[in-house]
């Protein structure tokens, strides 16, 4: 360790002391000093991640932050503002100081996470307690813990508060700590909205959530929540406007929730010591780029320690992979156990039985795995010694790292073979009945490519795995298989997360389901219960189609492209009352019945484009669908509202848009909508591209009013589909106005997850 005993020379305002120990500090500090003592008690929270060991900034998500409060043993509990964590599935990571990352289950009766308040109001707007939650963190390390402090509070005191902005552009995956100066311009009464108290005139920015408020000694003086904004629920809409706002930590230390935990908490005034160490050393979490962690820098230990390097004086012995531990449950159960080594292993008939001695592939594995079987999998990719597709045997059990979704342990590669299900198909992974398929990665890059088959009357058991950048599914549950799917994550895979198809059922349940074409598709006549996942940021949410009956409760659906949930066909889901929309494109629920749409066509002149007219949460608009595969937008918007008049002109221009392309035999992209006159009236028709005129053979409506006098003006707002871009101009023509549909058209092909409806 570094001597103890020697002279310090106080920053800009101190004076010069003689230090036997850490020496206690009751004057203010510079904005440095009181960063130096910061940085020590700060972290950066990622929430709702479903993988641990994954990169820790995931695109598009945001983040939070948060302040190391107290520690018993080995659990450190971190104080941050309760809407960061509240969403539950998965895993919430959290980077220390010195840039190690834990990770706190993030799953509804997760013991490691403590709130003090909960969402109230009809879509969770309102905060009913405190907007703060305690999380339990596992470390054998030593960090810092904030000072708390004891001072009343004033206005105009300065402030400080620390966390990580998040980007204006999601994508870019780096946070930058910062530490914005400010002062307390209003103490109030606990809001009843949060229980908010402090305002501060603190340039705060989202991501700063959760930080540390420190008061000029650098001891925390509350928890930041909310930035500045009229409609901030803190004080006066004049106040708010100018102010950031947050939460008093005497709130939180009489609530009883904490008070029955008997934590013990640092009061003590912040010691020279931890200024001194904060200036001299840097921060590991000052800027997190997303990289995968752990990093290899030292914790921020006061005072630091020095570990002296022992030289080496034999061999190294030959490398063992990191085989995860075998159970005592596992072993007890187990017929068989084989270990495989992409990188060290050995194909022979005298391998595969120990860590020391494993086998180079699971196909060789398999060769000999009989029920029973365990194969445990090393970190490593799978597939240039693999012979896809690699099919478990009944009741084989496949582990790779579990703890972390499958992070490092990679199976990547597809073949083609027949299945009763779907005749020839390309995929990675069968699971024949009673196996079980538990951490691994998995991708298939052939274009039509499915990462696990599952089918007929197996129940398999698929948990904590990645499937990601599947061009075609992850999962595809077919026959009258009842597998369970469990804290999977299902990420950027082209068609589905899930295909569940025929009488496929089973339970699918706390998996994550990101920027996938389709979250889950359901058809035939499958019925599985969908329960308790997180389906966010996909071009649409949960399609049901054909004749499926699938159970949806307890689900999160947010922030996807087109749809929460899309009903087709005869599909009818059962809906709890217990999933949460928020923020989906067009419709977080929306039933389309289009076999009934273009019924008074006759068949043989029907297009592949059909309209139907539609009520739904967005008002009242008419809708495309081309058929197999199609997801039907909206196309042209008629007033947001459901009165008759608005209702009728709905189902005239809707049936009127049936025939005319019906007869005129022309695909939607190469017609137009176009304005112009037709009995010295301004209207509105459906015309070719190229030639077409308005007339009475293609006219759809009459414009009035207003419309009258600026057609385009009239006829804009009823487009529901992005006719501005450079790929889809607006041609002014000396006869009207044209609205070419290419780009509209496009958007119509069939979802590539849909492939299997007929």
Request: glycine share 12%.
């Amino acid at each position: 360790m570094h001597n103890m005993n020697f002279n310090y020379q106080f920053l800009a305002g101190m004076v010069t002391v003689t230090v036997g120990s850490w020496n206690l500090i009751a004057l203010a500090l510079t904005p440095a000093e009181v960063d130096a003592v910061a940085w020590q008690v700060s972290v950066l929270i990622s929430p709702n991640l479903t993988q641990q060991g994954d990169a820790f900034l995931i695109e598009g998500e945001k983040t939070g932050s948060g302040v190391i409060v107290a520690r018993e043993g080995n659990s450190y509990y971190v104080l941050t503002a309760l809407h960061v964590v509240w969403k539950r599935g998965g895993f919430h990571a959290i980077a220390m100081p010195d840039g190690q990352v834990y990770y706190v289950e993030a799953s509804e009766n997760s013991r490691d996470i403590i709130p003090l308040g909960h969402p109230s109001g009809e879509l969770g707007q309102t905060i009913a307690g405190l907007d703060l939650a305690l999380l339990r963190v596992q470390s054998d390390r030593t960090y810092p813990l904030a000072r708390i402090a004891s001072n009343p509070l004033q206005s105009g005191t300065p402030v400080f508060v620390s966390g990580w902005p998040n980007p204006d552009d999601l994508r870019q995956k780096i946070r930058d700590r910062q530490l914005v100066e400010g002062a307390i311009a209003e103490v109030t009464p606990p809001s009843n909205d949060g229980g908010y108290r402090l305002l501060y005139s603190n340039p705060t920015r989202s991501g700063m959530s959760g930080g540390g408020i420190f008061n000029a000694n650098g001891e925390l003086i509350g928890i930041h929540g909310r930035g500045r904004g009229v409609q901030n629920n803190c004080s006066t809409p004049e106040v708010n406007a100018n102010n950031s706002c947050g939460m008093y930590i005497g709130e939180f230390l009489a609530d009883d929730r904490v008070q029955s935990l008997q934590l013990s908490w640092n009061r003590n005034p912040v010691d020279l010591g931890m200024i001194q160490y904060g200036l001299t050393y840097t921060s590991q979490t000052d800027r997190v780029n997303g990289s995968p962690v752990a990093r290899s820098t030292p914790p921020p230990v006061i005072p630091p320690t020095l570990t002296p390097q022992t030289p080496q004086t034999s061999p190294s012995p030959p490398p063992v992979a990191d085989f995860p531990t075998p159970s005592h449950e596992a072993i007890a159960e187990a017929q068989t156990i084989y270990y495989v080594d992409p990188n060290h292993g050995t194909n022979g008939a005298t391998a595969g039985l120990t860590p020391e001695n494993p086998f180079r592939s699971i196909s060789y594995a398999l060769q000999g795995a009989r029920p029973g079987t365990v194969i445990y999998l090393a970190p490593g990719l799978y597939s240039a010694r693999e012979t896809f597709p690699l099919k478990l045997n009944p009741g084989v059990i496949l582990i790779g790292n579990e703890s972390q979704q499958g992070e490092g342990v990679i199976i990547r590669g597809g073949g083609i073979t027949s299945t009763r299900t779907a005749g020839r198909q390309n995929y990675t992974l069968f699971a024949g009945n009673n196996s079980q398929i538990l951490g691994v990665t998995l991708t298939n890059p052939d274009p039509n490519g499915t990462a696990i088959w599952i089918e007929d009357t197996t129940t398999a058991l698929i948990r904590n795995n990645t499937l990601m950048d599947n061009p075609r599914e992850g999962i595809l549950i077919g026959g009258t298989a009842t597998p369970i799917i469990e804290k999977n994550r299902f990420v950027n895979n082209g068609g589905n997360g899930i295909s569940v198809i025929q009488q496929g059922r089973g339970e699918i349940r706390n998996n994550d389901f990101t920027n996938n074409g389709i979250g889950l598709a359901i058809a035939g006549m499958a019925n599985p219960s969908i329960a308790d996942n997180h389906i966010r940021g996909n071009r649409n949410g949960i399609v049901v189609t054909a004749s499926a009956t699938p159970t949806i409760q307890g689900n999160i659906l947010e922030n996807n492209q087109n749809y929460g949930i899309l009903t087709l066909g005869l599909a009818q889901p059962t809906l709890g009352d217990n999933n949460l929309f928020r923020n989906n494109g067009i419709s977080s629920q929306i039933t389309a019945r289009i076999q009934d749409w273009a019924g008074d066509i006759p068949p043989r002149t029907v297009n592949s484009t059909i309209f139907g007219c539609l009520e739904y949460d967005g008002g009242l608009a008419t809708f495309a669908y081309t058929g197999k595969g199609s997801i039907p937008l909206p196309f042209l918007n008629w007033n947001h509202t459901a009165s008759d008049s608005g209702l009728n002109r709905c189902r005239l221009v809707t049936s009127s848009l049936n025939k005319i392309l019906a007869l005129n035999g022309q695909e939607l992209s190469t017609m137009a909508l176009a304005t112009g006159r037709i009995h010295n009236n301004n209207a509105v028709c459906l015309v070719e591209q190229s030639t077409g005129i308005c007339q009475d053979s293609n006219l759809l409506f009459y414009l009035g009013g207003e419309e009258q006098r600026n057609p385009e003006e009239g006829l804009a707002p009823l487009l529901l589909f992005d006719w501005e871009t450079a790929g889809n101009p607006v041609q002014q023509m000396e006869r009207g106005t044209f609205f070419p549909l290419n780009a509209f058209a496009q958007r119509l092909k069939p979802e590539p997850g849909l492939w299997f409806i007929d």
